[in-house]
């Protein structure tokens, strides 16, 4: 809804603005090194997720600023984590077995960001391994409520709302991940540099990732199978 703004930070904190006061309600505490990027969930703004240097990724409620769980699976830096546009796991399997209509091939335009880049994103858009006790715990970081936060009723529990996290690593690999149970459930492998940035296609049946190995590439977000490789830069891609 634009109302609220959320910044990470070097000093191993995520913070959650008004954006028409500028002031702080929320501070999410918890990573054990930088930040390095953070998303709103879509389209909802209920849950926010924060990636670091720690190699992980962490879901919070977006209201309290309690974590919800914590995504392990990576095996170093996390540069970047975006949420899906809504659609879940199940549905986008059942999307991508059906035959298609019309037969036509992915281009790197159908696939946009899910929210805005890194520090600063607003909430206006649009988890390997299993969760540990601690992860479903949750620890809360500071008291204060958002004033903006989505609403708790029933109609606005059955609002179409993001059910995957996509994040972006140091160590070569993309991961898509389900939100409810933290689990990793696939794994993107054919970069030969970091993976520094990472988005979801409208539907949520394609993911792009973009490294320095020169290359952006397409994938399927289902089956995690390779579907176009972008070559020409001849520098990092961001």
């Known amino acids: 809804d634009g109302r609220r703004v959320m910044t990470v930070s070097w000093d191993r904190e995520a913070r959650i603005w008004d954006a028409a006061t500028g002031e702080h309600e929320l501070t999410l505490r918890g990573h054990k090194a930088w930040l390095s990027a953070c998303c709103f969930s879509n389209p909802d703004g209920r849950t926010v997720v924060t990636s670091s240097w720690d190699a992980t990724c962490r879901l919070w409620d977006a209201r309290t600023g309690a974590r919800l769980r914590t995504l392990r699976g990576h095996a170093a830096a996390v540069f970047d984590c975006v949420f899906s546009f809504g659609s ?67 109609g606005a529990a059955r609002r179409r709302t993001a059910s995957m996290v996509l994040s972006a690593s140091q160590d070569r690999t993309g991961k898509v991940w389900d939100v409810e149970t933290g689990a990793c459930l696939v794994t993107l492998e054919a970069h030969d540099h970091w993976v520094t940035s990472c988005a979801f296609s409208p539907d949520d049946t394609r993911v792009l990732t973009v490294s320095y190995d020169e290359t952006v590439r397409l994938w399927d977000a289902r089956t995690g199978a390779l579907q176009m490789t972008l070559e020409g830069h001849t520098a990092r891609v961001r």
């Open 88 to 154: 879940s796991p199940s549905s986008v399997l059942q999307r991508r077995g059906a035959p298609p209509t019309v037969e036509t091939p992915p281009t790197p335009m159908d696939v946009v960001r899910g929210g805005a880049q890194a520090p600063g994103r607003t909430n206006d858009g649009r988890h390997g391994g299993a969760p540990t006790a601690e992860d479903r715990g949750g620890d809360t970081a500071a008291a204060a409520h958002a004033t903006g936060a989505a609403s708790s009723s029933v």
